[in-house]
């Protein structure tokens, strides 16, 4: 189990919630996420591009068959 104040460092490396979690010795990601879920980098630009690239890929026409 880790202290508290290393837990931005974890967060800021990418961790993942349930990785801190369990690093913390929280009972649920709830708990962390109640705390220091803050402290995560907004991932919507970063969801919307991705959702954007799966759009497009399907509009474009599939490749025919030789």
Not at 38 to 62: M, V
Request: proline share 8%; with cysteine; glycine share 6%.
């Amino acid at each position: 189990m880790i202290c508290g104040t290393s837990t931005p460092a974890l967060i800021a490396a990418g961790e993942s919630v349930t990785t801190v979690q369990a690093a913390l010795g929280h009972a649920s990601a709830v708990e962390t996420l109640e705390v220091y879920a803050g402290l995560w980098p907004d991932r919507d630009p970063a969801i919307r591009a991705a959702i954007d690239h799966l759009l497009t890929r399907e509009a474009e026409p599939a490749a025919r068959p030789d």
